[in-house]
């Protein structure tokens, strides 16, 4: 089949109980993006580039907030319904005469994994008039009374619409359509101005099949607590499946707040939140490399801070679809120089006191071990993704819980405990990785 | 079209001109492997698995040479040719009951590139009986009185043999064939026993394309004189694009004289390799962490010596197949370890006479500049490949040159000018990825 290349987003209706103010309700905002901005960008993320918007209530005001989204790498052309207020389904029918291809539905107030475009893309229309995703056992939030149901008979759709008696499936508002949409509507424009009627009827010729979507990610942001829901949702999905234990327990709970906070500021970017956490690694391992115990606490202190902050860059990221390859290569290479300032402060200050040829080895071996356990981690995580999806979670000593520990051994004012520990934690686990690797190879 | 699955190899021929002592010619040895074995498992990395051979003059000892394959991860069949000695077409013929698919031909004395038989399978016979891959211009050694040459009109084959008058390209001895072929040769057999005889055939009803090799390698092991040149050839493949000058120049030279000689014993695997370089860098390291000149040049010595050695491990891996991921992944780790330990010993010489602060940072300094340098390695090797393909050669500052820097150092007995030296050149290295990589961003 012919890939799908055209999306059309509906973003016409007035959405009164989310709306704010006077903006449209595409246009509220969640972690630092208007919703229909994250719609449209998550479809680019499953290769879509080319968006058919339908704007009727405020359609002004959200063509100029959006523009022609080459900023986003993709192009955006509107569609206005003045007869919006029939219903959604007069909306697909403005594009009518734009549209001879199979082509992407989309809700511009329903967010998505971009993995379920990709899925329906694979699944194909295989002779179907439409394909909706549907899922029948939400993970998410789901608002039950308002909610789109469909009643299924094997994947066919037998029945749609929000008030079945009886239902087996949600409607994620996730659709691939044949042009064949456009007379189907048509025809129950009259009497029901809805999607659901033209569905409903594609249904009844027995022309709509279902594709079941298990366990992936989709929310209708109908009103605020949907829209509270949706944040919690996509600051969950910050978190790494090889996160360590101080990671998740420890630092990933604050730096998802300071994200949170972080992600309103738009001219905030995630190479800034690198450089905030790699400068306040220098100030901490400054401060460690002074004489006496204050100074020492108070770099360990930044140390532990600095590991929290690191979070946020990635986060950010791809909170608003800045993630970049060099961007997170560039991080990795920052906090690798930011935990051997840290042994070097620490160190330094331990010569201060105690300038012995232990000293001198052991903290050698405490940078080496630092970083080679960051040298062989990318080898290391590939293996442990690979145990995480067959529900396993191996050990893992990382970069959370070697700042932890050198943060408590500064503030303990243990710096030549702290370098022993360290070497011989960071080298062990590095021999371990050895062991295990081989094993698997 | 399906893909050839199934791989025929002639390996009936005397090869008088070769042959040593009673062995047959397919098991002439190149640098530690039969000429065979070769054949099969560079056809295996090609995505071969079912090999039929054809044996004749001494068949038997060949059989029990090879055995099932099993070991290379393939299956061999063998097919007696009691007729051998009627030319290389009836050992084709010999197949004509077991091959109903189209398969390849290959040669039992003929080297190639995998790549060979990839874009053979990529281009199909489409609607010929036959697909031989030519090449105009041979880069390598080619014997241009007993070649067998080809005369083409555009991609179809017109003419074939060792005696043409006027040729276009020279037969790599590598085909595709449908099973037609054998109904041709059967009816050239009485008077011509010869392959070409059958393609020749096939050319003069227009059913035999030809495939043009651009570059690739490939070569005929007929005579002495082109064993010598395909072990020059093998060798020469062992250069990574991405060495460094100091490898090209004066490591490299040196391992591969190593492996040549190395790659005889029959015992000897990779990792023996990759330990005997770490402990030759480990035994440097301890030696220049004792004090007096002599120790540390004879130190500084040991770890040149050690990054020589360096390079057979992956050269021996690469000439007898048994190259892995996780070996590659292992000499990189224990490569580091073999860094950090040379540093180590000079760092703790440099304390013995001089035991002052800036010796203490200026050790950390390098330490981490050498292993940073690693850490940015694989990034920076990605960018650089892209570029050699464009023809140019950045710079890169790698493993070759600092432990050079670091045995001259040892040598002229500077060993905190060396540590500084190395703090700075790697440091500065990682900054200069940095910027590249952040261009090409």
Known sequence: MKRATKCLVLAAGAGRRLRAKAQSKPLARLLGLPLIERVIRTARQAGLRDFYLVTGYQGAGLRQALGDGRRWGVQLHYLANP??????????????????????????????????????EAASLDGADLLLAVDRAPAGYCDLDDATKVRLQGDRIVDIGKELPSYDAFDTGIFLCSPRIFPALAATLPEDGSLSAGVRRLAQAGRAKALEVKGRFWLDVDTPQALRAAEA???????????????????????????RWLVRSRRLRPNHLSLLSFGLALLGALLMALPGYAALAAGGLLAQIASISDGCDGEIARLKFQASEF????????????????????????WLIAPSAASWLWALAA??????????????DQFLKKRLEQGRRPLRLGRDLRLLLL??????????????????????????RIIWLSRQS
Chains 1, 2 share one sequence.
């Not at 790494?240 to 300071?258: A, E």
């Not at 943060?407 to 371990?432: C, I, K, Q």
């Open 83 to 120: 007869h919006w207020q029939q219903g959604n389904g007069s909306s697909v029918l403005a594009a009518q005469d734009l549209l001879e291809e199979p082509f992407l539905l989309l809700m511009g107030d329903h967010l998505f994994d971009p993995q379920i475009i990709t899925e329906l």
């Open 367 to 380: 940078l080496s071990g630092v970083l080679l356990n960051s040298y062989t981690a990318d080898k290391y």
């Open 327 to 350: 961007g997170g290569w560039l991080d990795a290479v920052l906090d690798r120089y930011a935990d051997g300032l840290l042994i070097g402060g620490l160190s330094y200050h331990l």
């Open 233 to 259: 949702a996509l600051l969950d999905q910050l978190k790494k499946p090889t996160d360590g234990p101080v990671s998740r327990y420890l630092n990933r709970p604050f730096s998802l707040q300071l994200s």
């Open 407 to 432: 943060s408590l051994g500064a503030l303990l004012n243990l710096p030549f405990f702290t370098l022993v520990t360290l070497a011989l934690l960071n080298h062990l686990e590095v021999l371990r």
